[in-house]
């Protein structure tokens, strides 16, 4: 698996502070189709309240569109939802959990 592919669904984070290694994961293309071809694989619908989000991925607050990142999220990422042009950051959520917040 290539390092250096292009990953619109995650900024890249400058001096990561963090210092264990993120797992990292391979996506697929799970046919999300408002995004072009080669993005589909950064995002996947959500299925409402019962879907379990993976620590890689996080729900967009305003289209409520899953975007996927190839490696696991941490709070102070920033992602880009391409399906509404919308900048998002992860924060910690108050159950130890990741939430999102909208980024303006
Ligand atoms: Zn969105």
Known sequence: MSSVDVDPGADRTRGDADETPRRRYELEDLGFDEVPKKYRKFY???NGPGDTIAPNEALCPVCK????SP???RAGDRL???????RVRIVAGEN???ETETLY
Request: proline share 0%.
């Open 44 to 46: 996947r619908r959500w």
């Open 65 to 68: 569109v899953i975007i996927r």
């Open 71 to 73: 490696r696991e999220l």
């Open 80 to 86: 880009y939802c391409m399906a509404c042009m919308t």
């Open 96 to 98: 130890g959990g990741l």
